[in-house]
């Protein structure tokens, strides 16, 4: 584990359950003994569990990030993603954000896209929210945002590694195109599609 995901793990345990135990911690990141505990904090310079406790719960006490859940027996983290519009300048900062449950605490690289036209439809439509992950490698048979020039496109990402297009299945040319990152979400509102 790195630093800052052992530390997520126990600032949501810590969250759960403020009066906690080092031991209690320890058994729950399946930790040897309660001097992992202690090195990691010391490692993050928090001069003790009641140092780092006191950092968690003053620090998060009107924020929801960090929130951990059990899903089908894995945790979930609650990130804080940046939504970007469609046609987006890299000046502009976003002004949206949206919150989603993610397997590690603080990801790199996920951000949201607002999908502002139906040329993918069915499969992503006017008004869908994408979530893209610029960080996973290469994986096969999968969605994918891509751009040419200041255009953004959704593919399909064949077995082969070869780009389709969404609708017919043939192939893109590569020629200018550049692969943003994997599509690992799609929020849709069916009320207003």
Excluded at 38 to 57: R, T
Excluded at 105 to 120: C, D, K, Q, R, S
């Amino acid at each position: 584990m790195q630093l800052n995901e052992t530390l997520a793990y126990m600032a949501a345990l810590i969250r759960e359950n403020p009066n906690i135990t080092v031991r209690e911690i320890a058994n729950n990141l399946k930790f040897a003994d309660n001097k992992s505990v202690y090195y990691w904090l010391n490692k993050a310079n928090y001069h003790g569990i009641g140092d780092f406790k006191q950092a968690v719960l003053k620090e998060h006490t009107d924020c929801l990030e960090g929130f951990s859940v059990i899903q089908n027996g894995e945790s979930k983290f609650l990130v804080k993603v940046p939504v970007r519009p469609w046609n987006q300048r890299k000046t502009e900062k976003p002004h949206n954000w949206v919150y989603l449950f993610h397997h590690v605490p603080n990801p790199e690289g996920l951000f949201a896209f607002n999908v502002e036209t139906n040329e993918f439809a069915p499969w992503f439509i006017q008004g869908d929210l994408i979530v893209v992950n610029t960080t996973i490698g290469k994986n096969a048979s999968t969605w994918i945002l891509l751009r040419k020039g200041r255009t953004y496109m959704i593919g399909r990402r064949d077995g082969n590694n070869k780009l389709l297009h969404v609708n017919t299945l043939n192939p893109i040319p590569r020629t200018g195109l550049s692969e943003i990152g994997q599509i690992i979400q799609l929020w849709r509102n069916w009320s207003h599609s």
